[in-house]
């Protein structure tokens, strides 16, 4: 069974920045498509980037230019580099698989983003 832990998060004023990472368990994290996914109070848990194994990258529309994803498999960890930070972007982060979250979810890391 595959553990995700994810870390990173914190308060940042708007206009900051944070990177968020996630490890996770076992020897065949390589070969998984990884995604960051966000849940802001109320409402639905999204999607909002993605990299392959072979390391292509995908975006959200609305986040596209403020955030980069990235992964170390030497690690078995995958990044989010999140800038210019809005309280929009306030949620709770979390990673899985992509395109769909096939894992068992972590407890996610919490952005909160307040002047």
């Known amino acids: 069974q595959v553990q995700l832990v994810e870390s990173g998060g914190g308060l940042v004023q708007p206009g900051g920045s944070l990177r968020l990472s996630c490890v996770a368990s076992?020897?065949?994290?390589?070969?998984?498509?990884m995604g960051w996914y966000r849940q802001a109070p109320g409402k639905q848990r999204v999607l909002v980037a993605g990299?392959?194994?072979?390391?292509?990258?995908n975006y959200a529309d609305s986040l596209k230019g403020r955030i980069t994803i990235s992964r170390d498999n030497a690690k078995n960890t995958v990044y989010l580099q999140m800038n210019s930070l809005k309280p929009e972007d306030t949620a709770v982060y979390y990673c899985?698989?992509?395109?769909?979250?096939?894992?068992?979810w972590g407890q996610g890391t919490q952005v909160t983003v307040s002047s």
């Open positions: 076992g020897s065949i994290f390589r070969i998984y498509n």
């Open positions: 899985n698989t992509y395109p769909r979250a096939l894992l068992s």
């Open positions: 990299i392959t194994s072979g390391g292509d990258t």
